[in-house]
């Protein structure tokens, strides 16, 4: 990012930002950099949501701390990548995750699926913390600054989660009979919804060097998953992949239930501030 | 998991020497760390109040968590999920701190499933609406703040290192508390509704999170000798009223107790009569939640089994590796 840039918008990549600095910025995302944090911040959010169902179910104590502070990171995502969106049309985080209704989420599939067991979990946590790392590791030099600014603040708490599911698929793939059993249908359950994620729309052609080509995410993303299977000695999944459709609104059938949940005590009070 | 501790059962029962030393420390104010001899009723007075401090910071997390899903704003989630996220932690240091007198986390948190343990009855009652989660910040980590200040200067040293760093955390969330009550206190008819609702129903259970009333109270006179406890259940029961009638003036809400009052005789704030009728049934398990509490944590405890043991398996096995390339 340019120096005049960052004065310009008082943001500078790597400082804490918080989606409160975010929602005084005077500049506006263009519709089509807007409707891509939307992006973002919805795989954010709903994949936070079903990460804090674990806080206080968790296998172990440490554990119940280490998934609240995954999903504390990804609700810090959301709210900075919905606050930002918001600003194309005048709206605050709090309009976008409570009042949007499900067609207008632009989530992928892969973050509404179950929780399943932990190694379910922890499987789609690999998955997701290796696309998300990629992701905003080419991010930080996007041409918006506040996009390449989430994206250096998140990147860093990513890093941590590709340790912490890596290490988790280690144990269980290496641990015992049952574990590896369990990592190994948990991997098989969550193969389907990993192809959408690298799959371009039209809105990444306007974007140019704003936006990061989910297309270009897959090469590094297989490496990187390759290296930690092969630790693991596990297999790629041999499963076909499933028809998406996240980012044009048509999601799982998880998602309704997902929102209900999410929207429900913010929908019986409209307008009330909390 | 596996744990390792000190074994108290390894030590002399009786130490002439350890027993003056502990008598002195104790006169003087000061510290008695792990390996200090002690009596042995000290230690099982200790492990009884540490691992139930502990088992209800890890039972409390339920009835908050309940709300994580549900909360009404993203500020607000993340705002919850890290003070449930600090409640774990607490339950971490205060296990640490019981395992430093010989009982491991393991048997710890088996007699908690067992029903053999007790923790604090205020989380058998139910979390129903948004503003339970204010009341639960301001009245119940309220009332635990004042019964947990006085036990950062604990005779035993691990317990009191532990409770310096857990009442910090817990002003914090008394603060987010009063916040979520004062939001609601200024909403809308309906939010103010909810808000004085909830400060109804956990008024009383929270001036009961003091323990039964001095002349019934059977530990507390041997646990202000050794100094564990520093102050007596009605002080700080009187205490905590006090500072209540100040802040639901803020609030613009009511305290649902008539009779509260500064004694002037006896430098005393006074409170109406409490239901330790209630009190005692909520104890002995018939509370509405104690059964969903304790099967939830066994639920989680058990289904976590698999994933404990393929840890344990995998640690060894590297442990073999590494010894093997050595």
Redesign the interface.
């Known amino acids: 990012m340019s120096e005049a840039n960052a004065s310009a918008t008082r943001i500078t990549p790597g400082n804490a930002l918080r989606?409160e600095d975010i929602a005084l910025l005077e500049t506006r995302p263009a519709d089509a950099v807007a409707q891509y944090a939307l992006w973002l911040g919805d795989d954010a959010?709903i994949l936070?949501?079903r990460l804090?169902?674990w806080?206080?179910?968790?296998?172990?104590?440490?554990?119940?701390?280490a998934l609240?502070?995954i999903?504390?990171d990804q609700?810090?995502h959301?709210?900075s990548f919905?606050t930002y969106a918001g600003r194309a049309w005048d709206k605050t985080?709090?309009d976008l995750?409570?009042f949007r209704r499900e067609p207008e989420f632009r989530s992928v599939h892969l973050v509404e699926q179950p929780n399943g067991?932990?190694a379910r979990t922890i499987a789609r946590q690999l998955v997701v913390a290796l696309y998300q790392w990629e992701l905003y590791s080419r991010l930080v030099d996007s041409a918006d600054p506040t996009l390449a600014a989430i994206a250096a603040k998140a990147v860093k708490e990513v890093d941590y989660h590709r340790d912490h599911s890596t290490q988790w698929v280690?144990?269980?793939a290496?641990?015992?009979e049952?574990?590896r059993r369990?990592m190994i249908a948990g991997l098989k359950l969550t193969w389907p919804y990993v192809e959408e994620l690298f799959t371009d729309h039209p809105l990444i052609d306007e974007l140019g060097e704003t936006g990061v080509r989910p297309s270009s995410l897959r090469a590094p993303f297989d490496a990187a998953l390759q290296a930690v299977l092969d630790e693991a000695e596990l297999e790629l999944p041999a499963v076909p992949g499933a028809v998406g459709g996240g980012r044009l609104g048509r999601h799982s059938e998880h998602l309704g239930y997902i929102l209900a949940?999410?929207q429900?005590?913010?929908r019986e009070?409209p307008?009330?501030?909390? | 998991m596996t744990t390792t501790a000190t074994t108290p059962e390894s030590r002399v029962d009786h130490d002439a020497a350890g027993e003056r030393l502990f008598d002195e420390l104790i006169a003087q104010d000061s510290r008695i760390e792990p390996r200090d001899w002690m009596p042995a009723d000290y230690r099982k007075s200790l492990t009884r109040q540490i691992s139930q401090h502990a088992h209800s910071e890890i039972i409390g997390m339920q009835p908050e968590a309940n709300w994580i899903t549900r909360a009404p704003s993203l500020k607000r989630k993340a705002v919850l999920m890290a003070k449930v996220q600090d409640e774990a932690g607490h339950g971490l240091y205060l296990y640490s701190a019981a395992e430093t007198l010989g009982t491991p986390r393991d048997r710890m948190t088996e007699d908690l499933i067992a029903g053999k343990a007790r923790y604090s009855s205020i989380f058998n009652y139910p979390v129903l609406t948004w503003a339970d989660i204010g009341a639960i910040g301001w009245l119940v980590d309220g009332a635990a703040i004042c019964n947990q200040v006085p036990l950062c200067r604990a005779s035993y040293g691990p317990y009191g290192r532990a409770m310096v760093r857990i009442c910090k955390e817990e002003s914090f969330h008394q603060r987010q508390g009063f916040e979520i009550l004062l939001e609601l206190a200024n909403g809308t008819p309906e939010q103010r509704a909810m808000a004085q609702d909830a400060v109804n129903r956990w008024y009383a259970p929270s001036l009961m999170m003091f323990g039964p009333p001095d002349e019934e109270s059977p530990n507390s006179q041997k646990s202000m000798e050794w100094k564990i406890k520093r102050f007596s259940n009605d002080e700080l029961r009187s205490r905590f009223v006090g500072m209540m009638v100040e802040q639901i003036r803020v609030l613009g809400l009511e305290l649902p107790d008539k009779d509260v009052r500064f004694d002037e005789e006896t430098g005393r704030w006074e409170h109406g009569p409490l239901d330790w009728k209630e009190f005692r049934e909520v104890l002995a398990g018939r509370g509405p939640c104690n059964a969903q509490r304790l099967e939830r944590r066994r639920e989680a405890h058990e289904e976590g089994a698999w994933v404990r043991e393929a840890a344990a398996a995998y640690a060894q096995k590297q442990a073999l590796k590494t010894a093997q390339a050595a």
């Open positions: 989606p959010l936070a949501q804090g169902w806080i206080s179910r968790a296998p172990e104590l440490e554990e119940d701390v609240a502070n999903a504390l609700i810090g959301a709210r919905l985080e709090d995750a409570y067991d932990f280690l144990r269980l290496l641990g015992t049952e574990s369990r949940e999410l429900v005590l913010a009070h307008g009330a501030s909390w």
